[in-house]
């Protein structure tokens, strides 16, 4: 491994010319390539000596991710790459030759970053099976030697010359078949409870979901109380891709809900349920607070598992559906959607609110039973507002005092209109 020293960095750079500001740049550009380089040289070392032996780790990504910070993905894509450009070795101890070895050189000596090297990589792959290996060094050669100086531009026009150069004649004629989308979706938890989506769409499914989210992401209007919208667009697209996936999983083709939002296992202790304080324990996986617990049993299938202050459980209930698809029916023929006051959600956005918590001995019928979407949802489980049913069988809000002093009794007028 050549030697690498640290360029020296001016004490105050507004004073340095523009030369020493490119020279600088080029210095540390250098400085990182190489750097990398030799990271995945030692990277390939641990693969080559197992490094489920070396740290009890099941794959030298898995070690790195938890090394480097990383993402699984992202460090499986740093490995991969260090794999790819250096040598290892079997079990038997034999060498097992880097698969592009002129392009690890040149990343050896700084003289070609990641992106370049994984845009060689990829035309590397697309040759065809019957490339010979004498021929597909040859590519490589040719590759590794450009990506020195080359942008992405240049190495996609070597790849046409590289191709026809391999197979002049082409491939054989035939009725083309339809190129499958390119779709890529990345979900992890993080350590604060919070899950990490990232995705990679095609152009007409990333459309698609952009006209999906659009349409309810829209603020909602200001209430009569002069309330607005305070939500950034950001968390306006997020609570639409909650309202998606509320929608997707309550329809009656959904694989294993048969139109049920369902909860596998809410494991809570019993008094926490019916006070709504402390903590519920969701399908084992994450916790949830003992309010949003109550709020999903509304309308869901649940296992609730009873537990007691030593932690063991009392009783594991049956699985139980709450609002059955004749109810539901009903429900939106009578509410017409979110029965809150002012609210335009249609019966598909909202959930199923037990007005007296099934936990408290609440039935489960129609006069105990009202529609809303989920911001109402939470405002009533969480606020001050109160819902009660009337003498005619319709559903009508109480506001809190803060909003109303006289808590004037309210109803949605805009599903009747």
């Known amino acids: 491994m050549s030697e690498t020293f640290l360029p020296e960095l001016p004490q105050e750079l507004w004073r340095a010319g523009k030369l020493e500001l490119a020279h600088g740049v080029q210095q540390f550009l250098q400085l990182m ?17 197992g490094s489920k032996d070396l740290y009890g780790y099941g794959s030298t990504a898995a070690w790195f991710a938890d090394v480097a910070g990383l993402s699984r993905g992202e460090a499986q894509s740093v490995v991969k790459r260090a794999i790819a450009l250096n040598p290892t070795r079997n079990l038997d101890g034999t060498e097992v030759p880097a698969f592009a070895p002129t392009t690890g050189a040149a990343a050896a000596e700084g003289m070609i970053g990641d992106e370049r090297i994984d845009q060689i990589l990829e035309i590397l792959g697309r040759l065809t099976s019957d490339t010979s290996a004498e021929d597909r060094a040859t590519a490589e050669k040719i590759l590794g030697n450009l990506g020195r100086g080359a942008g992405p531009r240049q190495l996609v026009n070597a790849e046409t010359s590289l191709l026809g150069w391999l197979d002049p004649d082409g491939n054989e004629p035939k009725d083309p078949e339809p190129k499958q989308p390119r779709r890529e979706i990345t979900l992890e938890r993080r350590k604060d409870g919070f899950w990490k989506l990232n995705g990679l769409l095609d152009d007409e499914t990333g ?3 952009a006209a999906a989210l659009e349409a309810y992401a829209k603020p909602r209007p200001v209430d009569e109380f002069g309330q607005a919208d305070l939500r950034m667009k950001c968390e306006r697209l997020g609570d639409a891709w909650a309202e998606l996936l509320d929608l997707a999983i309550a329809c009656p083709d959904q694989p294993g809900t048969s139109g049920y939002r369902t909860l596998v296992h809410v494991t809570i202790g019993l008094e926490e349920l019916k006070t709504g304080i402390g903590k519920a324990c969701l399908d084992f996986v994450g916790t949830m607070t003992a309010r949003e617990a109550r709020m999903a049993a ?7 598992v009873v537990m007691n202050a030593a932690g063991e459980p009392l009783d594991v209930g049956r699985l139980r559906r709450f609002v059955t698809p ?14 809150f006051p002012g609210c335009h959600r249609k019966p598909k956005n909202c959930h199923a609110h037990h007005i007296e918590h099934w936990a408290d001995g609440g039935p489960t019928d129609l006069r105990n039973l009202v529609l809303l979407c989920g911001f109402h949802h939470r405002l009533i489980h969480h606020g001050d507002w109160h819902v009660r049913m009337a003498a005619d069988g319709l559903p009508e809000f109480i506001p809190p005092q803060y909003l109303d002093p006289l808590q004037r009794i309210r109803r949605n007028t805009l599903n009747r209109a």
């Open 326 to 339: 004749g109810q539901r029916r009903a429900l939106n023929i009578r509410d017409r959607g979110c029965a």
């Open 207 to 209: 459309a698609r979901t």
């Open 33 to 49: 390539r190489v750097a990398s380089a030799a990271l995945g040289q030692f990277l390939a070392e641990i693969e080559s000596r």
């Open 298 to 304: 509304c309308d869901c299938l649940m296992l609730p």
